[in-house]
């Protein structure tokens, strides 16, 4: 059984930052490859930044100079750190628990950037 919990979502200007959260239910977390992904009003869902169980951390374009992966194998959480925000990084952000047979998601939490 696979249970993800996002929290850290919220409203912030242009420039601005936040944290995101991932608190992961699930056997053997440490040897599981999580991701954080989005989507924006009508558009589909999209890739933000994958880490694997030992640390190695994958982007996308738009992410990576501004966006931060990383977990804590000990307490079952990942984390997204997203800085310089900009509009256009409005979106659903879900976080994922990648399987080989399958991706679990978590119901995902709201990033608004807006002045």
């Known amino acids: 059984q696979v249970y993800l919990v996002e929290s850290g979502g919220g409203l912030v200007q242009p420039g601005g930052s936040l944290r995101l959260s991932c608190a992961a239910h699930t056997d053997f977390f440490g040897t599981k490859t999580m991701g954080w992904y989005r989507q924006a009003p009508g558009k589909q869902r999209e890739l933000v930044a994958l880490i694997t169980g030992g640390g190695d951390t994958t982007y996308a374009d738009s992410a990576e100079t501004r966006f931060t992966i990383s977990r804590d194998n000990y307490r079952g959480m990942v984390y997204l750190r997203l800085s310089r925000l900009k509009p256009e990084d409005t979106a659903v952000y879900y976080c994922?628990?990648?399987?080989?047979?399958?991706?679990?998601w978590g119901q995902g939490t709201q990033v608004t950037v807006s002045s």
């Open positions: 994922a628990l990648q399987s080989p047979t399958r991706t679990y």
